[in-house]
């Protein structure tokens, strides 16, 4: 098999901190950091000139992305993130009082609140339902399906966040529909991790093109299944309020800046310039074996997720590390350590959340496991 080597030259990032963190904010490469800059510059020559032409464009863009993500362009529309996705679902989605939404514990908090959110809005309830973090695809499915009485919607990962694991979402999305339920899935990191991550027959998808295609930042998807499309409506009230189309309703919302969007698409361009097929197969293996490096420094372990994310791992922390200070642990690990990790928590115990891309190698995870210890 062909070996590809780390391409740190193709982002800006400071190459004295080991960037060990890429599924929360993701790293923009410098191509696409040039288009934006651009196209930024262009605007600013003469604004006026540049609205007139941000439709034209933000077709070009939206139809690129839904290519890519393999659907159908007339159902994909852009958002900014996949909160906001899920949070237009859910506002589009009948929910009778006294119904139930149904979550996972393994939901991202937004997500979670804009469910409670809902919830509340149409006197329905939320039910969060317990899944280990070893559950195989069948044990899901069975936890899940136990705890759809009464239910309207089932929100569910297609990757979590906090843990890592995949969802067996085609599985659980014929459960539901077969009960006469709504299925909104959470493919926040799916892009670049998952093939075709919205063919599964949900009523609402919605994913991040910020984290693993390396887009920049507030550039999303929301994937709507046909029978939804004329319902759903963008979060905030402009001009393309009242387009009878689904994709361009969403485009123009006021004087947001487009430029993510419209830049989206040269990230897609670096991925495959990356041989992202084999470099994605490739950095599963590094995140296999870091995560081992550092586990083994820590005299703790990887968590055994049954279906981890291709480029995510957990590393459990020892139990004294106190979870309710993760973001002053993280910042003094910026500090002191110069790394960027995350740490997350989950049925009582805490991980950090290692999650690699082409610009990571052996190395970083090395240094990681010789600094950490002391602050742990």
Same mark, same amino acid.
């Given at each position: ?138 044990? $899901? ?43 909104? $899935? ?36 929301? $994937? ?108 003094? $690990? ?43």
């Amino acid at each position: 098999m062909t070996v590809l080597s780390p391409r740190p030259d193709l982002w800006t990032l400071d190459p004295d901190v080991l960037h060990l963190n890429h599924g929360s904010y993701g790293g923009v490469p410098r191509r696409t950091q040039d288009l934006m800059a651009a196209l930024r510059a262009e605007t600013e020559a003469n604004p006026m000139l540049w609205f007139r032409s941000v439709a034209d464009r933000l077709t070009a863009s939206r139809l690129e992305l839904a290519s890519y993500l393999e659907t159908d362009p007339a159902g994909f529309a852009l958002v900014p993130n996949a909160s906001a996705g899920v949070t237009a679902a859910l506002a589009t989605l009948p929910i009778p009082a006294g119904s139930r939404i149904v979550l996972t514990n393994h939901a991202y908090g937004a997500v979670r609140y804009a469910a409670e959110r809902a919830a509340r809005a149409r006197q329905a309830e939320v039910v969060v339902v317990d899944v280990p973090l070893e559950a195989d695809d069948e044990s $899901v499915v069975a936890i899940v399906s136990a705890a759809l009485d009464q239910a309207s919607v089932l929100v569910v990962d297609q990757i979590s966040s906090a843990t890592a694991m995949v969802f067996p979402i085609a599985a659980l999305v014929a459960e539901c529909h077969a009960r006469g339920i709504a299925v909104v $899935v959470d493919g926040a990191h799916a892009p670049g991790l998952i093939d075709a991550p919205a063919a599964d027959g949900a009523d609402f998808w919605t994913g991040n093109f910020h984290k693993w295609p390396a887009a920049p930042r507030a550039t999303a998807g929301l $994937v709507v299944a046909e029978k939804w499309r004329t319902a759903t409506l963008p979060l905030i009230v402009s001009w393309s309020e009242y387009d009878e189309r689904l994709p361009e309703r969403f485009d123009m919302q006021g004087t947001y800046d487009y430029v993510p969007w419209i830049a989206a698409p040269e990230s897609l361009r670096v991925l495959h310039d990356l041989q992202w097929p084999v470099r994605r197969s490739q950095l599963t293996a590094l995140v296999e074996e870091g995560a081992r490096v550092v586990a083994k420094a820590l005299g703790t372990g990887v968590a055994g997720v049954a279906r981890p994310a291709a480029t995510m791992r957990l590393v459990e922390v020892p139990s004294t590390v106190d979870l309710t200070a993760g973001e002053a642990f993280k910042q003094r $690990v910026s500090r002191e350590l110069k790394a960027e990790i995350t740490l997350t928590g989950f049925d009582g115990r805490g991980f950090i959340r290692l999650s690699a891309h082409a610009y990571n190698s052996l190395r970083d995870y090395e240094l990681l496991a010789e600094r950490l210890p002391g602050v742990l």
